[in-house]
Structures are given as structure tokens and as C-alpha cells.
């Protein structure tokens, strides 16, 4: 049985380039992300839940030097990001796991990727 999470991965699997594409160079996605990177303490930690390949929120965050773990349920998505972001770890997200205990973190972000998670994500972000 294809539960609704394996059903979202599978989805961003299939259309990882296309997705990259079109969303690498979003102007509201680097509005939020230019107001992440100054509530940071320099060297901050974040985890990014959903991060899909990396760009442009993992990508930005690592040149500044902050530590960044990203979780993503799309094989795909994290292949990407692993390529493009090297100063960065990336985690393929299994379903049973939630996100907690992963990094010790100063902000947790979800850029777009909140109501795939299915609640997972946002427990992870209040730990």
C-alpha cells in the first residue's frame, strides 16, 4: 500500500529537475532566507526539513558557515543535494522517522515542504 508520504517522495523523485528548475531561483524563497540568515548567531545550526536538492537555502546557509542538516523524503531530491551542496549533510527522511534528534540547532526551516511532512517536520522543529 502507497502511503501519502512514499506518494509525495516518489512525486519529487519523478520531477526533480523540472522542480530544481523552476524553483532554484524563487524570489520569495530568498526574501525568507535573507531573513533567516540575519537571525542567525554566526556559525548558527539549522535544520532544513524538506530541502530538496539543496538550493538555494542549503547552498546559501553552508557559504555563510553555518552548519546545515537537510531532510528530504525524495531520493532524488537528496542526490541533488548532495552534489550541489558539499559543505552541507543531507538525510533521505524514512517514514517512521520524525527529524528529532538530528542536529542540535538554532533554527529549524521549512521552506514549502510543511504539509508533506504530515506533522513529522513540525515535532522536529519543537524539540
Known amino acids: 500500500m502507497t502511503t501519502p508520504r512514499r506518494l509525495v517522495a516518489t512525486g519529487y523523485d519523478r520531477i526533480a529537475d523540472a522542480y530544481l ?16 540568515i ?4 554566526s556559525s548558527g545550526r539549522v535544520l532544513d526539513l524538506g530541502c530538496g536538492a539543496g538550493v538555494p537555502v542549503a547552498r546559501e ?16 531530491q537528496i542526490a541533488r543535494a548532495r552534489s550541489k551542496v558539499p559543505k552541507a ?5 524514512v517514514r517512521h522517522q520524525s527529524g528529532r534528534g538530528l542536529i542540535r540547532r538554532d533554527r529549524c ?17 519543537k524539540d
Do not use: M, Q
Open 89 to 93: 549533510t543531507f538525510i533521505h527522511a
Open 38 to 41: 540575519e537571525s542567525l548567531p
Open 61 to 76: 546557509l553552508a557559504a555563510l558557515g553555518h552548519c546545515v542538516v537537510g531532510v528530504d523524503g525524495s531520493e532524488e
Open 21 to 36: 528548475d523552476r524553483f532554484e531561483h524563487s524570489s520569495v524563497r530568498k526574501k525568507w532566507l535573507r531573513r533567516l
Open 109 to 125: 526551516v521549512l521552506f514549502y515542504y510543511a504539509c508533506a511532512l504530515c506533522g513529522a517536520g513540525i515535532s522536529a522543529c
